[in-house]
């Protein structure tokens, strides 16, 4: 891959994310706005004693304790915006291949020195690794307000806030595990990405409906023709969230290198190479 | 069999949606994967759809 591939590489995630700012960049704004507002309003609900022994206690509970062993704790606020972000992401994968069929810029596109198989992978480096960076620096910017906000007011009720410190540092480090987490999911749930961008890419009208009706038809079909349920242990034997999780760095070889996790790219594979084929057809 | 497989977006769809369903398939065979579709387990109880008769009683 040469300079030109890679700027034009760039250029491709650059346009998917001008294209779809309001899910990437809006929507975990938002969500963090709703968030810090609703501390506010929590906190001034609260008496004045207990927000003072609250800050006094998580400055106590994390002082001098190591960032990373308290990281997964920080889990727990991402979830909101993990869960918007998964939301978002099927939303995306839905429409990637199906809007510019619907507006016909897939002419203007193909008329460009971009293959079917760039344009398919920018789709996917976007919603597995950029798009998530996004959401990563939201809840960076909102961990910083609110250690502020905190250390503000722990002066003023002067308490001792040093242990504020450590607790930053591990709501930092659980960042790292949530994006760690998201690509890790990515590549876990490849075929289901696959099967998604197919029939994004499948479809005249509804592709959702296509993608689910398919899905029902194919495990009928199997159990039909095979006898055998594959399909459908297949697709259960992939979604227990401790499978694609990150709460630790030895982690991290454990989820990527294991034989279900290539086996799901490789399928995922056979399900891209048909959207990247199906490009071919333009209504 | 190529000029077949492109001839619209319907056989393309029907010949990767074969390849899809006969790899895992094999697969299955394979590595003895188990059936258990709609078998819910967890800590509080277990709910297995396929044995409907057990779950009644």
């Not at chain 1, 992401?89 to 199906?98: D, E, G, K, P, R």
């Not at chain 1, 193909?110 to 959401?135: E, R």
Request: proline share 3%; aromatic share 16%.
């Amino acid at each position: 891959m040469n300079k030109f591939h890679l700027l034009q590489f760039h250029a491709l995630l650059q346009r998917e994310i001008l294209e779809h700012r309001n899910m990437f960049i809006m929507a975990p704004a938002i969500l963090a706005g709703l968030i810090l507002l609703f501390s506010v309003w929590a906190m001034t609900r609260m008496g004045q004693d207990t927000v003072s022994i609250s800050i006094e206690y998580m400055a106590l509970l994390f002082d001098g304790l190591s960032p990373l062993e308290m990281a997964p704790i920080f889990m727990i606020p991402a979830i909101p915006f993990i869960g918007i972000f998964y939301f978002c992401a099927i939303i995306y994968l839905m429409n990637s291949l199906y809007q510019d069929r619907q507006e016909l810029s897939i002419l203007f596109w193909q008329s460009m020195p971009v293959s079917n198989l760039n344009t398919v992978l920018s789709k996917l480096v976007t919603i597995g690794m950029v798009a998530p960076l996004f959401y990563i620096a939201t809840m960076f910017a909102l961990y910083v307000i609110a250690l502020f906000w905190l250390a503000i007011l722990g002066w003023s009720y002067d308490i001792e806030v040093a242990g504020l410190g450590y607790m930053f540092l591990a709501a930092v480090a659980s960042l790292i595990f949530v994006y760690l987490s998201i690509v890790t999911t990515a590549l876990w749930l490849l075929p289901t990405i696959g099967w998604v961008v197919l029939f994004s890419a499948f479809a005249k009208r509804t592709p959702i409906l296509w993608a689910i009706g398919v899905f029902i038809l194919v495990g009928f079909l199997e159990e039909f023709i095979f006898g055998t349920q594959f399909l459908g242990n297949f697709v259960q034997s992939r979604s227990t969230p401790t499978q694609y999780l990150i709460l630790d760095f030895q982690d991290i070889v454990e989820r990527l290198i294991n034989y279900d996790m290539l086996f799901g790219i490789l399928v995922g594979s056979i399900l891209l190479a048909g959207a990247v084929y199906m490009r071919r057809f333009i209504d | 069999m190529k000029k077949i497989i492109f001839k619209n977006r319907y056989t393309l769809l029907v010949a990767v949606l074969i390849t899809y369903i006969t790899v895992l398939v094999i697969e299955g065979f394979i590595t003895g994967r188990q059936a258990q579709f709609l078998d819910f387990e967890n800590p509080f109880f277990d709910l297995n759809i396929k044995d409907i008769e057990a779950f009644r009683e």
